[in-house]
């Protein structure tokens, strides 16, 4: 591969990743923040319907973008191993590690919000 191509490539990636990885987010953001108000477009849910919001919506957003961020990662490492020049070799591994701390803080972040919000739900008014 050549390596201005790998260079664009992997930037190109790490561009639609970022607005991808962002609007996902703020949209999983604003599902938590449903949950754990119980109100949707002013009307308020039950909490029966929270916990599915939660289990249904949330939860496979928040570990499907975990899930994405790692299989970026190890794209990244296989760019590494296919160029030859030294620069966009360790470009390829500081965006490997990049995106593999991403999964991480998407993993550790999503299972201490997931917990936080079953206390929240186990705590709310029943219906």
Partial sequence: MC??????LMLA???AAIVIGNYVTKTANDRM?????GVVN????????????????????????AGVCLLLGLGYLQTARLVDNDGVRLLAY??????????AMYLFLG?????NALSAL??????
Avoid: C, K
Avoid at 3 to 8: E, G, I, K, P, R
Avoid at 33 to 37: A, C, F, P, Q
């Fill in 3 to 8: 390596d201005t191509t790998a260079v664009f």
């Fill in 42 to 65: 002013g009307a308020s849910i039950q909490r029966r319907h929270r916990a599915v919001m939660l289990y249904n919506q949330w939860l496979p957003t928040m570990f499907g973008l």
């Fill in 94 to 103: 500081i965006l490997a590690g990049w995106f593999g701390w991403a999964a």
């Fill in 13 to 15: 990636v790490l561009l």
């Fill in 122 to 127: 186990r705590r709310a008014a029943p219906d």
């Fill in 33 to 37: 923040d449903e949950i754990l108000l």
């Fill in 111 to 115: 299972l201490s919000t997931l917990v």
